[in-house]
């Protein structure tokens, strides 16, 4: 079908709601365009898009049609399939989530659903607890207001496999874009075909994570939180009231769940913007640190007051504070614990491992990876090995019950973490400054580069095609010493992915890949050094070269 086509069938729907209607009558042809050109793309992630009317947009008829699919492909695999389900704060998550949930029980697809908004890595721990077929999240995770998504996960709580992933896509290739009536809610609810989970495993998640504490710490700690309009504020709240030592203030505005966003248009505490008002409160109340977790509580981002400032801490940082703390407390074993990073993140994790003699293991962007891990080490017989698995993107898990980055369980650590260096007379940053005294001054940058609607992903693939070029025919004097590798061609050992690695000389390298997720291009600059400015110099130098193939 033409754009001009699904347009008219999408506006004769007889089921189409009022807000869609109203979406599709104002729509000028680039918008036509935009919202119709494709259907909205199934991915390791599941869906994620802009909400509006169209096949590439978020909205009823999307969610319906991939549930439809998803059923389907649960059927085939699964003799008694069923489902968890849970929700962030975002707009509309709660009517998608009891849509999912209705469909699934249309098709025999038995649902549990969370009765209230909860974080993605309690839908990851409702999975095995409740041990479903696989998960639905409805979230867009740390995107802007106008996002929503659809993420799917597999029997073992990880995000699916690509090989997961395909075979879904194909049944939702299988469904029509629109149907004449959706199904009732409450109609399956009272039929029993959905329920709700219960407190039990409310509870069973909050003790599988305070189960992860290292050492207990009893030194007073003041902290300010922000849970960003998500999901956050009440399980994360929780672990902390529980564990006694610490005074929590909380950013009023950014208290309540609010899918608008309002204080910050992009809810991500990757970016200092979103923890302006976290920061301001510290300054305020003169608390130790602040921290904040992005909508559906993944993601966590902290700071540290000093002086009259607060020094937010990146992702790759805070991974190496808590690698570094949970191998200076862990138990001695026959076999060495081991860790789990991302090939984008910080290579002095590779240091530190050394000098506690743990293992390290590296793996393709995306959490599923270090989740997946774990499972292989359950297949060993030895999960008990597994001590922490992060990324640089703010990602952090040091247990085996949820198998995707729990900002929950990254609180509880922060709050130890912190306790323990300030009873010690010492700060994250401190450390932090002992640590590169120690291995050296590992210093990072992420670029980004939007690239928006069908010409944009044209753009991507031909910026990956070019780096793909012989070295010397790149247009960066230096790249003819390059080493690369290319996750997509090469045999690295890892699933084949578009990710390109160059190796420089000099302790420099740069990584550059599509989002999974967001029209963008991203590319990651590494340099080591002996000091901080030496380092960022270099990665000044290496931005300049990078821009010249991504702008």
């Known amino acids: 079908m033409t754009v001009s086509e699904k347009y008219k069938a999408w506006l004769a729907c007889p089921a189409m709601n009022e807000e869609l209607l109203s979406d599709l009558r104002s729509m000028d042809e680039d918008a036509r365009n935009d919202s119709f050109y494709r259907d909205l793309a199934f991915g390791t992630g599941g869906l994620r898009g802009v909400l509006g009317a169209g096949c590439n947009r978020m909205n009823l008829f999307t969610v319906a049609k991939a549930t439809r699919g998803l059923a389907r492909y649960l059927k085939e695999t699964f003799p008694s399939p069923s489902c968890a389900v849970s929700f962030d704060s975002r707009i509309h998550s709660r009517d998608f989530a009891e849509l999912t949930a209705a469909v699934f029980a249309s098709m025999g697809v038995r649902v549990f659903l969370y009765p209230r908004l909860q974080p993605t890595p309690m839908l990851s721990f409702a999975v095995r607890h409740l041990q479903t077929s696989a998960g639905v999240m409805i979230t867009a995770s740390h995107n802007p207001a106008k996002f929503n998504g659809y993420k799917v996960y597999g029997p073992d709580g990880c995000q699916i496999t690509l090989e997961a992933a395909d075979r879904i896509q194909q049944s939702i290739n299988a469904e029509q874009d629109l149907i004449d009536a959706l199904p009732s809610f ?7 075909s959905i329920s709700y989970i219960t407190e039990e495993t409310i509870e069973a998640y909050y003790q599988a994570v305070w189960k992860l504490r290292v050492t207990p710490v009893s030194q007073p ?5 922000s849970p960003l309009n998500g999901t956050g504020n009440v399980p994360v709240r929780e672990i902390m009231r529980r564990l006694g030592n610490v005074r929590v203030d909380i950013v009023a505005e950014q208290e309540l769940p609010d899918g608008h966003f309002p204080t910050c248009p992009y809810p991500n505490p990757e970016i200092r913007e979103a923890m302006e008002l976290a920061i301001r409160k510290t300054l305020e109340t003169g608390a130790d640190l602040c921290f904040a977790t992005d909508p559906d509580c993944d993601r966590m981002g902290a700071g540290v007051r000093s002086g009259n400032d607060v020094v937010l801490i990146s992702g ?12 200076r407390h862990a138990a001695s074993q026959a076999l060495p614990r081991v860790a789990v990073k991302t090939i984008v993140s910080t290579e002095m994790a590779a240091a530190v491992c050394r ?16 989740g997946e891990q774990i499972g292989l080490l ?48 010492k700060t994250l940053l401190s450390r932090l400054d002992e640590l590169r005294a120690e291995f050296g001054f590992f210093a990072q940058r992420l670029l980004t580069f939007q690239y928006e609607g069908e010409n944009g992903a044209r753009r991507m693939a031909e910026i990956m095609k070019a780096l793909r070029s012989p070295l010397e025919t790149l247009s960066t004097p230096s790249l003819p010493l390059a080493a690369r590798t290319d996750y997509l061609l090469d045999e ?15 302790d420099r390298k740069f990584i550059v890949r ?10 990651y600059l590494f340099a080591r050094a002996g000091s901080q400015s030496e380092a960022e110099e270099e990665l000044d130098a290496l931005e300049k070269q990078v821009r010249v193939f991504c702008e």
């Open 186 to 192: 409450q109609q399956y609810l009272a039929s029993g």
């Open 221 to 225: 700690l003041h902290l300010v939180y």
């Open 316 to 327: 790759n940082d805070m991974g190496i504070l808590m690698l570094d703390f949970l191998c």
């Open 355 to 370: 000098k506690y003699g743990v293992e390290l293991r590296n793996v393709l962007t995306g959490f599923k990876f270090i």
């Open 378 to 425: 359950e297949k060993e017989g030895c999960p008990e090995r597994f001590l922490f698995g992060f990324e640089e993107s703010y990602g952090y898990l040091s247990g085996t019950d949820v198998r995707d980055k729990d900002a929950v369980n990254a609180a509880l650590l922060l709050c130890d973490l912190a306790a323990s260096l300030k009873a010690e007379g």
């Open 492 to 506: 690295t050992g890892l699933p084949k992915s578009d990710v390109l690695s160059f190796d420089l000389p000099g």
């Open 514 to 523: 599509p989002s999974g997720t967001e029209p963008k291009l991203k590319a």
